[in-house]
Nanobody, 120 residues
């Protein structure tokens, strides 16, 4: 059982930066991976970035080079640093943690979502 609390969303002008935080209720060393998703109005929820327990990261092409996902194990927190924001980045951003229970069995936990709005 994992609870995730997000923070850091807000309103920013194009070209600006925001850092989103996803704080977990358990040690993130027990979490296999953490994803950041985003969902704009009328659109599906898309994967933005992923970090695994081994430190491997992946990014959607639309954010590659601008966004950085990282983790601070001591603080049980995963971050999404968003630089050079564009209006098309406007969305609700969600973090999702996957925790394995037994082999080939896992549970996914979602944060509440945080609004990011980028103005022109």
């Amino acid at each position: 059982q994992v609870q995730l609390v997000e923070s850091g969303g807000g309103l920013v002008q194009a070209g600006g930066s925001l850092r989103l935080s996803c704080a977990a209720s358990v040690s993130i060393t027990s979490i296999y991976l953490v994803d950041w998703y985003r969902q704009a109005p009328g659109k599906q929820r898309d994967l933005v970035a992923r970090i695994t327990s081994s430190g491997t990261t992946n990014y959607a092409d639309s954010v590659k080079g601008r966004f950085t996902i990282s983790r601070d194990n001591a603080k049980n927190t995963v971050y999404l640093q968003m630089n050079n924001l564009k209006p098309e980045d406007t969305a609700v951003y969600y973090c999702k943690a996957r925790q394995y229970t037994v082999a080939s069995s896992w549970a996914d936990y979602w944060g509440q979502g945080t609004q990011v709005t980028v103005s022109s």
